[in-house]
């Protein structure tokens, strides 16, 4: 009971947070273009969130974060939970971290709006061809020193085994010759049951692997990149059941 009522109260908290300090957030980041006071306010939804419901995260081998260079980070993505928990462990590289996005979340009204404005690339999981624009556009971004997150499961785990990876981040970073930082999250089975939408106290563990380096790679190197990158995630979550 107390588990939900805090769910609700973080629902109706952050929704509040985000009419009233949000949305105008929002419009000066169109305006202006600079997307800096977006990500601080985004960082503090965040904390605020997780504050509310009980939700502490805790970082391991934060020495891995390559904060003087351009890299992508691979997290495993199981649940609603992990991608702002990786956000916010990446909070010292705020603005100059992106994420590549499943592009069906485009319908989704003012979070559309949020993720333009914050330079988040949209990538087409159904079909290869639509999807090299946005890889292109990624590899460019990188090059210029933006790091991205991408969850190359592609969707979430219903039973919290690694699904099969895509390759897209691994291409983008093959292109742009920068390192792949392994990220696993754990923790967020026990915040969130299956079929259940309450939130429940816990601690999420983001754990960052050494990275993975492409320098020298090409793309035929790829499917063993990616062969190291799910390794080295899958080694540092616990086996489920």
């Given amino acids: 009971m107390v588990a939900a009522i805090r769910t609700f109260a973080t629902f109706a908290g952050l929704s509040a947070y985000l009419l009233i300090v949000g949305l105008p957030t929002l419009l000066w980041t169109i305006v202006s273009r600079d997307p800096r006071v977006l990500y601080r306010v985004g960082g503090f939804g965040v904390r605020f969130s997780f504050a509310l419901c009980g939700i502490r995260v805790k970082v391991v081998g934060a020495e891995h974060i390559q904060t003087g260079r351009a890299a992508v980070y691979a997290a495993n993505h199981a649940s609603n939970l992990e991608p ?16 590549v ?4 979340l485009r319908k989704v009204p003012i979070l559309v709006w949020a993720f333009d404005a914050a330079g988040f690339v949209p990538l087409e999981r159904a079909n290869r061809g639509q999807s090299l624009p946005a890889v292109d556009a ?11 997150v ?10 919290g085994e690694l699904l099969p990876f895509k390759k897209g981040g691994f291409i983008m970073a093959i292109q742009a010759q920068v390192p792949i930082v392994p990220v696993a999250v754990s923790g967020a089975s026990a915040a969130m049951r299956r079929g259940s939408m309450v939130i429940r106290p816990t601690t999420l563990q983001v754990e960052f692997a050494p990275p993975v380096q492409t ?4 793309f035929a190197d790829r499917a063993a990149v990616v062969a190291a990158v799910r390794e080295a995630i899958a080694v540092r979550l616990p086996q489920p059941g």
């Fill in 138 to 148: 990624a590899s460019k971004a990188l090059t210029a020193g933006r790091s991205f």
């Fill in 150 to 159: 991408v969850f190359p499961e592609g969707t979430r785990s219903r039973t």
């Fill in 84 to 99: 702002p928990a990786v956000f916010l462990a990446l909070r010292s590289l705020f603005p100059h971290i992106a994420v």
């Fill in 215 to 218: 320098a020298g790679l090409d």
């Fill in 101 to 104: 996005y499943k592009a069906e």
